[in-house]
């Protein structure tokens, strides 16, 4: 199984700061078939199911805000939230879905400071 | 519009069965892998089962394997998991959603699933 490790567990950032997430997986889950990261980041409010943020590692989703920026390759995997803003609040998990079972990793929380 | 509604969660007691549904519209359940994930109460996302689009392939974690059943109706666009030998450790939100490609961006709700005593 690919296990997914995630840091820190959570932060706190002042509005307008930037937040880096990371994450990182047992094994690589980089398909050279693909040329691609199997790797998503979804983030979670309260009560609501997660949201697809960005997908391939790096690739953002439709409608998501360009703030959100992900980045990394191969084990280690970067989410960065350029400029936090208030509804950013959340948890935010990293998924591979190179392998069975998908993995996701702990979470990790954001806050405001 | 894709939707992914889930029904069937409640309380049950431990050894009991109980079977969710996911009703997809807006979309083809046979053209697309789908996936059930859950997440007991204040903890992370853990994925549950698939099944491929033409329905040969099932797979399952293996804290469920041998208690839980995916399949689909594809006349009623309804994806289901049949849930057996309940354990208080299957209390959960679950979650069906579909995969693009390995992309997971359409979730449903969720429908909470209680096993107590």
């Known amino acids: 199984d690919i296990v997914m490790t995630q840091s820190p567990d959570s932060l706190a950032v002042s509005l307008g700061e930037r937040a880096t997430i990371n994450c990182k997986s047992s094994q690589s889950v980089f398909s050279s078939s693909n040329s691609a990261n199997f790797l998503s980041w979804y983030q979670q409010k309260p009560g609501q199911p997660p949201k697809l943020l960005i997908y391939w590692a790096y690739t953002r989703e439709s409608g998501v805000p360009d703030r959100f920026s992900g980045s990394g390759s191969g084990t280690d995997f970067t989410l960065t939230i350029s400029s936090l803003q208030a509804e950013d609040v959340a948890v935010y998990y990293c998924q591979q879905f190179y392998s069975t079972p998908l993995t996701f990793g702990p979470g990790t929380k954001v806050d405001i400071k | 519009e894709v939707q992914l509604v889930e029904s069937g969660g409640g309380l049950v007691q431990p050894g009991g069965s109980l079977r969710l549904s996911c009703a997809a519209s807006g979309f083809t359940l046979s053209s697309y892998w789908m996936h059930w994930v859950r997440q007991a109460p204040g903890k992370g996302l853990v994925w549950v089962s698939r099944?491929?689009?033409?329905?040969?392939?099932?797979t399952y974690a293996d804290s469920v394997k041998g208690r839980f059943t995916i399949s689909r109706d594809d006349a009623k666009n309804t994806l289901s998991l049949q849930m057996n030998s309940l354990r208080a450790e299957d209390t959960a939100a679950y979650y069906c959603?579909?995969?693009?490609?390995?992309?997971?961006?359409?979730w449903g709700r969720g429908t909470l699933v209680t096993v107590s005593s």
């Open positions: 099944i491929s689009s033409d329905g040969s392939t099932t």
């Open positions: 959603t579909r995969s693009d490609n390995g992309v997971w961006r359409y």
